[in-house]
């Protein structure tokens, strides 16, 4: 697999880094992608997937709460990631 990531921005530093990856353990430890793990009630890293769109979003809260962290390249279509989907509580 190679691909890149486009930083998402809404680190709001204008920095669009552009970083290739050649697995997705080399993905999960770019800095920026590494930095959320630490993160409370961080939860996990998941792909969105939207027409021509992928986007890596990292999620908090077992996935009630979620984030876009980049735009996602992939030449042959696979990360090793669960697919996000959206999860919403019932207000009680």
Same mark, same amino acid.
């Given at each position: 697999m190679e691909g890149t990531i486009i930083k998402h921005n809404m680190f709001h !530093? !204008? *920095?669009?880094?552009?970083?290739?990856?050649n697995s997705t353990?080399? %993905?999960? *430890?770019? !800095?920026?992608?590494?930095k959320v793990a630490d993160i409370p009630n961080f939860y996990r890293y998941s792909i969105f997937k939207q027409s021509t769109q992928i986007l890596?979003?990292?999620e908090l809260n077992e996935g009630y709460e979620?984030?876009?962290?980049?735009? %996602?390249?992939?030449? !042959? *279509?696979?990360?090793?990631?669960?697919?996000w989907s959206s999860k919403y509580k019932k207000n009680v």
């Open positions: !530093d !204008d *920095n669009h880094e552009i970083i290739a990856f353990e080399f %993905l999960l *430890n770019i !800095d920026f992608v590494k890596l979003i990292y979620w984030y876009a962290l980049g735009y %996602l390249t992939l030449f !042959d *279509n696979t990360i090793d990631l669960p697919l």
